[in-house]
């Protein structure tokens, strides 16, 4: 990624990136069973959703976007209730994707497994954030601390056994982060990213400074968000992390502070 001019008017939180086909689906003919939805709101808040949809799952495309989309429609709803915490909010959030995913199913008369999809909701209050999350895939913040891993993958969801959103067990499977403070950006990214941007250590994972790293110092930079998904889709679709992984790959990155 190249460094561009700062613009010291841009105004926090913004928001930014994709979701991109893999090249084995593309070989396959098969949609991308990623999503992503994000919303930055005015009173200093931001909603993030994430979803990967299961490879086994006929519909999963589907269950994954109908799933992200309801997460970050309820949070933004209730961020702006300051009563509210941020772990109210993400249990509702997915509580409200799990819903959209049994009304599809009740609407096309399908099992709901068919719609079958990993979750991740992120709620920020200016540099607060904390995250739900159910399946693969990670959130990591840069806070004044560095890097900070604030909900991994988890050992079996590295090892590609996934527990999605519409097992019978989701709830007793959703992993609910602590309250992170003082954070600058935050990444959000689908399993097709996790070889790229993990290494492992005597602890088990943690995140790669050479990877974050330029992203990071990107999105603190940059003169006009509404670019940026431009830049994350050639990231996302480069040879260096294709060589890593053929599946989808998600990548929304929140800059929650600038400096």
Known sequence: ??????????????????????????????????????????????AIAV??????????????RLAANAAVETAQNMLVDPELSG?????????????????????????????????IIVVARKDQLVAAHIGDGAVVALTENGLQLVSGPGESEYSNEVTPLTSSQWEETLRLSSVINDVRCVAVFTDGCQRAAFRKSANGIEPFQRFFGPIFEYANELPDPTEAGQEIHALLTSTKLCENSEDDKTLVVAVLSRG
């Open 1 to 46: 990624m190249g460094t561009p001019d700062v613009s010291p008017a841009i105004s926090t939180p913004y928001i930014f990136g994709t979701s991109v086909v893999g090249p084995l689906h593309v070989q396959l003919n098969i949609p991308c069973q990623d999503a992503c939805s994000f919303r930055p709101l005015p009173c200093s808040a931001a």
């Open 51 to 64: 979803c990967d949809g299961l490879g086994s799952a006929s519909k999963s495309d589907v269950g994954a």
């Open 87 to 119: 772990a109210e909010i993400v249990r509702t959030a997915v509580l409200a994707a799990r819903r959209s995913l049994e009304a599809k199913a009740a609407e096309d008369q399908c099992p709901l497994r068919d719609l079958a999809c990993t979750i």
